[in-house]
């Protein structure tokens, strides 16, 4: 099992920036994909971005392209996901996730997630 735990989320004003954290334990960090998705009130679980196990290759949805940046560092398990120039569009609970499969863009990708930390941006 992985265990993964979000943090970093809040409330942001329009314009603002957040950085998400993802602590993860139980396996060997650097052999999954981190995957951050996101979920809206009455909404699907949205791919936003992920990040390979070597940190080498990123994907972004084309919503966050251009604002958002994944990373991780392998040596101490964390991934994040830097927000910049948030919208009240993503407003969401985000959801980080490690998966090893080729794909990355579906939930079905990814077996372990964590609990979800709010993120709330006001116009």
């Known amino acids: 099992q992985m265990q993964l735990v979000e943090s970093g989320g809040g409330l942001v004003q329009a314009g603002g920036s957040l950085r998400l954290s993802c602590a993860a334990s139980?396996?060997?960090?650097?052999?999954?994909?981190m995957g951050w998705f996101r979920q809206a009130p009455g909404k699907e679980r949205d791919f936003v971005a992920v990040i390979s196990g070597s940190g080498g290759s990123t994907y972004y949805a084309d919503s966050v392209k251009g604002r958002f940046t994944i990373s991780r560092d392998n040596a101490k398990n964390l991934a994040y996901l830097q927000m910049n120039s948030l919208k009240p569009e993503d407003t969401a609970v985000y959801y980080c996730?490690?998966?090893?499969?080729?794909?990355?863009?579906?939930?079905?990708?990814?077996?372990?997630w964590g609990q979800g930390t709010q993120v709330t941006v006001s116009s």
């Open positions: 996730a490690a998966g090893s499969s080729r794909y990355y863009s579906e939930t079905s990708d990814y077996p372990y």
């Open positions: 139980g396996r060997t960090f650097s052999n999954y994909n």
